[in-house]
């Protein structure tokens, strides 16, 4: 089954979809007795929407399809979730994911995402790349008279990065509206809660006064998620839709917890974890 | 042969590929009067990206810009092109296999006066140390023009290095620029000296000193640092005395290193000298004061030739 064939935009299928790939992707960083399980469950909810929601304008068994939309995990230790989607989606198979982490992966299923996996544009693990990259991307496609857009998922850690922002004001010169960024705001980063770390707010102040076009959600309220991306592009602005989203979305002793940035859950956990996520 | 600066080759290079070939984009980061990058932003506006003073920013642009098929020749001076960027270049470039052509202008003690800030010396070192990406230094404004078009053909990320003066014309027309291929500039019998991009120039001034005192030397402009041309450098080394190399770059990891691996590898035993910066900053001053304090100088070159012969003899 490929990803078109899965596409609905029944918000209940989406919200259950959503549930199934954070099962799957606590199976592998499980399995693999490392991983991110905390990034990888508040970005869900907007990764299903964006592949299975008929979003994104792409064919797995095409994936260099010159026109097709580019998607870019720019936090990318949320390679759990990312895997997870790429399987379901067809990009690589369900089994390929049990090589998720291990040497000799055959589909290069690192720890952080490589080209050399089908469905993945660019390599990720160093945060603070991912808007320029996809703004490269944004450029190269308008040069060549496509619609394509450009989708980049930023952590809000990440943003702390001040690249970040060289890339927000280049896209902001270039008028490249075809560019969206989405920041998961899920308000935790490794060493603590993003607020101490160094506060982001007023994060939409921030976009703003760079001349994006800014949108605020609940990242993980799976229509208002499809709203916005259903939105038509603005003329000239480049997007940011900022996602209020909760680190470990979907299990209880998970949400909100730091501690959970960069763990493999014990065997207790995990079993607990996959009933709360049923 | 024409004399021009090899920042100029590569400003009349772009222009021919522009012409040539609509995947060429150019990027820079708000230095192309400087890098003559401005040349093809004037002629080919749709496909020049100006990125402000954001090297990150332009480095991982063009790496986007890549994955849809064009050409990127990012360009910048040396010193922040690549002295900000080397988690950028070595994640979205190298590691992601990009084909990205970062063009560093401005190397070297040769720029002068603005300072050891502004004279890259490490680059070439890191760039070598980057799996996937090749590593090349033209000697004079032909040998630039030729190497640009070869960089634009050639699939894969690139650093090409270049420098600020004018230098001598040492090519002409008739010369074929090979990535992975040195050249022999002038032949000779007593000693080899290997030299990349501006230090050729320099070599050869001081193979003027050296002919008077019939001392005969080859010469070999080694344009491609990486990959290094193996078989002509074990060649040339088994038929010669003793063996120089000569750089405008740090001594640590730059030419002298790569000779001097080839060399270790394949068991020539000769007296082996390095011309290049003592791993040490410099200071201001013009070019040529800095090649004479900090050693680089064809008085410098003509003097350690000299003392090499002296000790076999």
């Known amino acids: ?278 | 042969m024409k004399d021009a600066a090899t920042r100029d080759g590569y400003g009349d290079a772009l222009l021919e590929l522009g012409a040539d070939d609509a995947r060429i984009v150019v990027l820079d980061a708000g230095v192309s009067d400087s890098t003559r990058s401005k040349k093809f932003g004037g002629k080919y506006p749709d496909r020049f990206f100006n990125m402000g003073i954001a090297e990150a920013d332009m480095v991982c642009t063009a790496a986007g810009l890549a994955t849809t098929g064009k050409i990127p020749f990012a360009t910048g001076f040396a010193c922040f092109l690549l002295g900000r960027t080397m988690d950028q270049i070595l994640v979205s470039i190298a590691y992601s296999n990009t084909n990205v052509k970062l063009v560093g202008t401005h190397t070297g003690l040769a720029v002068g006066e603005d300072g050891p800030s502004a004279q890259m010396i490490v680059d070439v070192a890191y760039t070598r140390a980057m799996p996937n990406m090749i590593v090349v230094q033209p000697a004079d404004w032909e040998e630039t023009r030729q190497a640009t078009r070869a960089l634009a053909d050639y699939e894969g990320p690139a650093y090409l290095r270049l420098g600020r003066p004018k230098v001598k014309g040492i090519f002409d027309g008739s010369y074929k620029f090979a990535i992975g291929k040195g050249r022999v500039v002038k032949e000779g019998s007593d000693l080899v000296i290997f030299a990349s991009g501006i230090m050729v120039q320099e070599s050869l001034e001081a193979m003027k000193l050296l002919e008077r005192e019939n001392i005969s030397v080859t010469l070999v402009n080694i344009s491609t640092l990486k990959p290094i041309d193996r078989e002509l450098i074990i060649e040339l080394s088994t038929r010669h005395r003793a063996i120089m190399t000569a750089e405008d770059h740090n001594y640590i990891g730059g030419l002298g290193d790569a000779v001097g691996e080839v060399l270790l590898d394949a068991q020539i035993s000769r007296p082996f000298k390095r011309i290049a910066v003592r791993d040490q900053f410099a200071e201001t001053g013009t070019g040529a004061e800095l090649f004479e304090k900090y050693g680089l100088s064809a008085r410098h070159i003509a003097q350690v030739a000299r003392e090499s012969i002296k000790s076999i003899e």
């Open chain 1, 1 to 278: 089954m490929n990803a078109n064939q899965l596409a609905t935009t029944d918000r209940a299928e989406l919200k259950k979809l959503a549930l199934e790939l954070r099962r799957l992707a606590l199976k592998i960083i499980f399995q693999a007795g490392s991983g991110h399980p905390g990034g990888s469950f508040s970005a869900a909810d907007l990764m299903t929407a964006l592949f299975f929601g008929g979003i994104l304008n792409h064919d797995p068994s095409n994936p260099k399809a010159p026109t097709r939309d580019r998607f870019l995990l720019s936090k990318g230790h949320a390679s759990g979730i990312y895997y997870a989607v790429l399987a379901k989606a067809g990009y690589i198979s369900v089994a390929d994911l049990d090589s998720y982490r291990k040497i000799n992966s055959e589909r290069f299923l690192s720890g952080h995402a490589h080209p050399k996996t089908p469905g993945v544009e660019i390599a990720s693990g160093s945060l603070g790349q991912g808007l320029s990259v996809g703004h490269g991307m944004a450029l190269g496609i308008k040069l060549d008279g496509y619609d394509a857009k450009v989708y980049v998922i930023l952590g809000d850690g990440e943003i702390q990065e001040g690249q970040i922002w060289e890339a927000a004001m280049s896209a902001d010169k270039f008028k490249s509206n075809n560019l969206i960024a989405i920041v998961d705001y899920n308000k935790v980063a490794q060493d603590s809660v993003t607020k101490e770390l160094k506060d982001l707010e007023p994060l939409e102040d921030k976009w703003n006064s760079f001349n994006w076009d800014v949108h605020r959600i609940d990242g993980h309220d799976m229509d208002a998620i499809m709203k916005v991306f259903q939105l038509p592009l603005h003329p000239e602005k480049p997007r940011v839709i900022v996602a209020d989203t909760i680190k470990g979305k979907g299990v209880s002793f998970m949400e909100g917890e730091t501690a959970w940035h960069g763990v493999a859950p014990s065997v207790e956990d995990y079993e607990k974890a996959l009933k709360e996520l049923a």
